[in-house]
């Protein structure tokens, strides 16, 4: 399975699937690259850490969407590398057509609360504003609704008294590392 990993930032999940490859938990993935669009992230730099391709390439002028001439121009990027999935880890873009319709039901998502609680930007703080004895993290299906497809897995992880909200999201942060590479592991052998 061709996989392209997709972020914009500091990219600890990303980190996490290609340490999981290093490791052979995914002996069926290829990584084929980092696709990042943001010049500056931290994320880019894994690339010739882990010996991988890794380069940003313009989304356009907009902060939260693609132009849709630069969102051609990733899907036929992506078509060109002929990946099979496409992982959102960490990327801060709604995707929309044509890199939607170029990977229908070939990219998923990781997001940081329990959806379908607490969907859209900030899913720990949300979840901890909230005053929610639990929160954790799902992998979906990327669909046009933001955080809405189908759920591959999710994992709980419990707010406690003693819990800061940096405590809080770090371990949500650690549950995800875990959650990540395991449904990708699992979609690898279908
Ligand atoms: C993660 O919490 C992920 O769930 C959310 O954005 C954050 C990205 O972190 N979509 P990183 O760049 O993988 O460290």
């Not at 052979?24 to 500056?40: A, Y």
């Not at 909200?165 to 690898?188: D, Q, W």
Request: hydrophobic content about 40%.
């Amino acid at each position: 399975m061709r996989v392209a990993l997709l972020g914009s930032g500091r990219g600890s999940n990303a980190e996490a699937i290609l340490r999981a490859k290093q490791n052979g938990q995914l002996d069926r993935v290829d990584i084929v690259g980092i696709f990042c669009d943001n010049p500056h992230a931290p994320l880019l730099k894994l690339g010739p850490r882990f010996g991988i391709p890794a380069f940003y390439l313009d989304p356009g002028p907009f902060k939260t969407k693609f132009s849709p001439e630069q969102e051609s121009i990733w899907a036929n990027t992506l078509l060109s590398q002929q990946v099979d999935l496409v992982v959102l880890a960490g990327f801060m873009r709604v995707i929309k057509t044509p890199l939607l319709d170029a990977f229908k039901d070939k990219i998923i998502n990781i997001h940081p609360s329990l959806l379908p609680q607490f969907p859209g930007l900030d899913g720990i703080g949300q979840t901890w504003r909230a005053g929610s004895n639990e929160g954790g993290c799902t992998v979906h299906w990327v669909t046009d609704e933001v955080d809405s497809g189908q759920h591959l897995g999710q994992t709980r992880v419990l707010r406690e008294n003693s819990d800061t909200l940096e405590t809080f999201a770090e371990k949500i942060h650690a549950a995800e590392h875990v959650l990540l590479p395991k449904v990708i592991a699992e979609l690898s052998i279908l």
